[in-house]
């Protein structure tokens, strides 16, 4: 069994993220299931990122994201494309950083506590899977750094779901 340390006190937030991604690793193993790898995902962001106060995923249902797994308050079940942090990330299609949410037009204040945020979205092989949000207390928690290291968290999370319905880029298909 995996055994989940805490690793907020990481000397780099590269060495965070890193230890981070081989955690989750071996706590997805070899579990496809979408909603247990969400969940135990969003478990060990909340307990390994430090001044975090929300994590947790919108999967993508029809023209709007539905609330998944996670970690923290009660959050807003619907978002649609193009609304708030999420829906934006969700419609571009890219990751969205706000340094502080008062600023972002449209935010969509589901914990009133939440100052900043970052959405990562989830494409798989092409295909729009939903997005993973994060949220801070503090103003301007997320740069460049966290956006790589959630981005990497996130390809981890990802690769967790590869199924057999996925396209064979083979060299041996590409002959066929």
């Known amino acids: ?4 340390s805490s690793t907020g006190t990481a000397g780099t937030k590269y060495a965070l993220y890193q230890q981070i991604c081989e955690q989750l690793q ?6 496809r ?6 969940a135990n995902t969003s478990a060990l962001l909340f307990d390994s990122l430090p001044d975090v106060n929300w ?20 959050a807003c079940v619907r978002i649609p494309f193009g609304k708030g942090v999420c829906g934006t990330a969700a419609a571009e299609l890219r990751t969205v950083v706000v340094p502080d949410v008062n600023q972002f037009a449209g935010h969509i204040a589901c ?13 798989n092989w092409g295909r729009f899977m939903g997005v993973l949000d994060i949220d801070s207390s503090s103003l301007n928690r997320f740069d ?6 959630i981005e990497s968290i996130a390809a981890v999370f990802l690769a967790s779901q590869v199924t057999n319905d996925l396209p064979d880029l083979s060299e041996e298909a590409a002959e066929r």
């Open 144 to 149: 460049d750094e966290d956006r790589e290291g």
């Open 26 to 31: 071996g706590l997805l193993g070899d579990e």
């Open 55 to 74: 994590v947790g995923f919108y999967i993508a249902e029809g023209e709007e994201l539905v609330l998944g797994p996670f970690q923290g308050k009660p």
């Open 33 to 38: 299931n979408f909603v247990a790898n969400a």
């Open 1 to 4: 069994m995996l055994t989940v």
């Open 111 to 123: 914990d009133s506590a939440s100052r900043s945020e970052i959405v990562v979205p989830l494409l």
